[in-house]
């Protein structure tokens, strides 16, 4: 059974910035993408961004374009969500998942999501 553990959340003023770390536990099923999802109470989980493990192709939801950037460490089984300019909307628990590629090139969470996470909490507010 594959683990990921999300780390980095924490509290941050508006503009502020923030990098989550989504490591995999020592036996990997080398999914197709590691996928961020973020969810606030009352709502659906909403996709932030995937990475391909193959070329390390990266999509982004519209909402965090030009602000998050997604990266890895094929060797470190980790992957990480660098957060800049961050909003008051930006606050949610952010998950990491292994996603196949219905779910990681439409950034929605699909029926071949697997392996979550327990979450991080992102909190911005000033």
């Known amino acids: 059974q594959v683990q990921r553990v999300e780390s980095g959340g924490g509290l941050v003023q508006p503009g502020g910035s923030l990098r989550l770390s989504c490591a995999a536990s020592?036996?990997?099923?080398?999914?197709?993408?590691i996928a961020w999802f973020r969810q606030v109470p009352g709502k659906d989980r909403e996709g932030v961004s995937c990475?391909?493990?193959?070329?390390?192709?990266?999509f982004y939801a519209d909402s965090v374009k030009g602000r998050f950037t997604t990266s890895r460490d094929n060797a470190e089984n980790t992957v990480y969500l660098q957060m800049n300019s961050l909003k008051p909307d930006d606050t949610a628990v952010y998950y990491c998942?292994?996603?196949?590629?219905?779910?990681?090139?439409?950034?929605?969470?699909?029926?071949?999501?697997?392996?979550w996470g327990q979450g991080t909490q992102v909190t911005v507010s000033s």
């Open positions: 020592a036996f990997t099923l080398d999914p197709y993408g």
């Open positions: 998942a292994a996603v196949g590629p219905l779910s990681c090139f439409g950034v929605k969470a699909g029926p071949d999501v697997n392996s």
């Open positions: 990475i391909t493990r193959t070329d390390g192709s990266v």
